[in-house]
């Protein structure tokens, strides 16, 4: 199983950046997808997720509206469309695939860092 983050930089406030992750060795429109952040210092947090048909996502308080979460089923990639970008967003971004334990899987993260 791999999944392999992308699309992470620095970039300044007010900003954007798209960032992918590409899922093989799974089943991939089987598994509800997520994506996580961990900032320096600190423990690593929900960010959005989507179910596996990607009718249904739901989001951190902190980056709704501005971060859009979404999939492609037949390209087996996960997406974060993140806009308006704060230095508070600063973190490795990580992406999960999930259907229930001990099937969870993932990435080995992406640096995002947004510069005041």
């Known amino acids: 199983v791999q999944l392999v983050e992308s699309g992470g930089g620095l970039v300044q406030a007010g900003g954007s950046l798209r960032l992918s992750c590409a899922a093989s060795?799974?089943?991939?429109?089987?598994?509800?997808m997520g994506w996580y952040r961990q900032p320096p210092g600190n423990q690593r947090e929900l960010v959005a997720e989507?179910?596996?048909?990607?009718?249904?996502?739901r989001y951190a308080d902190s980056v709704k509206g501005r971060f859009t979460i979404s999939r492609d089923n037949v390209q087996r990639t996960l997406f974060l469309q993140m806009n308006s970008l704060q230095p508070e967003d600063t973190a490795v971004y990580f992406c999960?695939?999930?259907?229930?334990?001990?099937?969870?899987?993932w990435g080995q993260g992406t640096q995002v860092t947004v510069s005041s």
């Open positions: 999960k695939a999930d259907i229930a334990p001990p099937y969870v899987y």
């Open positions: 060795g799974i089943g991939f429109s089987m598994y509800r």
């Open positions: 989507i179910t596996p048909g990607g009718g249904n996502t």
